[in-house]
Each structure stands twice: as structure tokens, then as C-alpha cells.
């Protein structure tokens, strides 16, 4: 299974919705908090292709989106197919 990778802040609903989703789902993920995290925020931006907000949602190196783009994949069965 490809990592999943979720950029988030302490104070941001949809990252906890997102989370909630991959754990509902049994599919493990790695956070990284960017809350006033300045080098974190740039390295987000950077992999995210200067997007800043959150959550910020990667498959392997692929970036999917937030939230709503992790729930549509997983509406069209395309989430385990990424992760394969």
C-alpha cells in the first residue's frame, strides 16, 4: 500500500473529516501538522505546487487535493486503487 500523507492544522475540520475517513477506512496515514509551522508551510507549498491550504492530501508523492477530492475517490472506488 502507498503512504498516505495528510497536511493539516489543529484547527481545521476538514483535515479531521479527512482523517476520519482514512481511519474509518482502516488506511493508515502520516500527519504533519503545519499549525505555526513556518518550514513545514513551505515544504507544503512546494510539494503541493504553491497551493497553502489544508488539508493537503498525498498518495505516494501524488497529491490528490482536501478533503473533498479524498471523499470523492472514495466514492468512485478510486481510492483503493490508488493506494494499490
Do not use: H
Not at 13 to 22: E, T, V
Not at 43 to 63: C, N, S, Y
Amino acid at each position: 500500500m502507498k503512504p498516505v500523507t495528510i497536511y493539516s492544522t489543529q484547527t481545521c475540520p476538514f483535515c479531521r473529516q479527512a482523517k476520519q475517513l482514512l481511519q474509518s477506512r482502516g488506511i493508515p496515514f502520516q500527519e504533519v501538522d503545519v499549525t505555526d509551522d513556518d518550514q513545514a508551510r513551505e515544504r507544503l507549498v512546494e510539494k503541493a505546487d504553491g497551493r497553502r491550504t489544508v488539508p493537503q492530501i498525498f498518495i505516494g508523492e501524488v497529491g490528490i487535493g482536501g478533503y473533498t477530492d479524498l471523499a470523492q475517490l472514495d466514492r468512485e472506488g478510486k481510492l483503493r486503487e490508488m493506494l494499490a
